[in-house]
């Protein structure tokens, strides 16, 4: 009787990275105040609040006024994410397992910072209407609304959307075509880009995504303000020996805070012919 072969498995020791998104995307878009100490940041906003020019009075003294200022307050909240694996744990499984905690901590608090201004932005009131496939007029109409407002083209703009808008956005010619634009979309499938004096960020994490209800933004970096510890994301990694477990922690105290509805619309997408069935 012949013997089977016998068979061997071998572990891959470098680990694969599961999907999810590992670091922030957004807190570049936004005004960023480091603080020092304190729980609570103040963002001054100051404007003139619509005023016109005066012509002398009659008296001969020029009219005075006041400026408009507005003092919108984020209040902070520590954000943790704390692993732990034992000796025997890390001693007897696949990979490197402190680098896997570290690594994991790290992306859990930076998709928490792209949450908190997410959650702000969803509490602006202006937006493009009822739920539309992306196009070039529904870009124009949210950039439009910014315009109307007296919002800045100063390259501060930035829209956050879906996988499926900028799926539909590749179908339009004035971004795709050689004819209009001189990026090429198709050639490198970016997740951050510029068209149309907009920074466009691809998020896979938009509340509705994939469905007829997908919530999409464009926004001045000047209507939305997070603010953080001086030195950012807190991360430590160590070793207890007497109870003989490692551990990976990565903390930050944030808030975000709406500053100026005027500086953000609401960009509500039909993005379900994208989902998977």
């Known amino acids: ?91 007897g499984s696949q990979g490197d397992g402190r680098r896997i905690m570290q690594e994991t901590s790290m992306a859990v608090v930076n998709r928490d910072i792209d949450q908190s201004i997410l959650a702000e932005l969803g509490t602006a009131t202006q937006d493009t209407g009822s739920a539309t496939t992306a196009s070039l007029a529904l870009a124009l109409k949210a950039k439009t609304i910014l315009g109307n407002n007296e919002v800045p083209f100063d390259n501060n703009i930035s829209a956050v959307i879906t996988p499926a808008f900028h799926a539909y956005l590749m179908q339009v010619d004035e971004f795709a075509s050689a004819d209009f634009v001189n990026n090429k979309p198709f050639s490198s499938d970016q997740q951050m880009f510029r068209w149309m004096g907009v920074n466009w960020i691809v998020h ?74």
Not at 241 to 266: D, H, P, T
């Open 1 to 91: 009787m012949m013997t089977a072969a016998a068979a061997q498995t071998q572990y891959r020791q470098e680990f694969v990275s599961g999907f999810e998104q590992r670091t922030s995307l957004l807190r570049q878009s936004v005004t960023r105040e480091a603080m020092i100490k304190g729980n609570q940041a103040t963002f001054l906003v100051a404007d003139s609040g619509q005023a016109t020019a005066q012509t002398r009075g009659s008296n001969g003294k020029i009219p005075s006024r006041s400026d408009n200022l507005s003092q919108p307050t984020a209040t902070l909240v520590e954000k943790h994410d704390l692993v732990q694996r034992t000796g025997f744990d890390i001693f």
């Open 204 to 277: 896979p994490n938009l509340a509705g995504k994939g469905t007829n209800a997908e919530v999409c933004f464009m926004y001045h970096a000047n209507a939305i303000g997070h603010a953080a510890n001086v030195d950012g994301m807190e991360c430590e990694v160590g070793y207890n020996g007497e109870q003989q477990y490692s551990w990976a922690r990565c903390s930050i105290f944030m808030g975000a805070k709406l500053l100026q509805n005027a500086g953000v619309v609401v960009i509500n997408h039909d993005g379900s012919a994208y989902a998977a069935s």
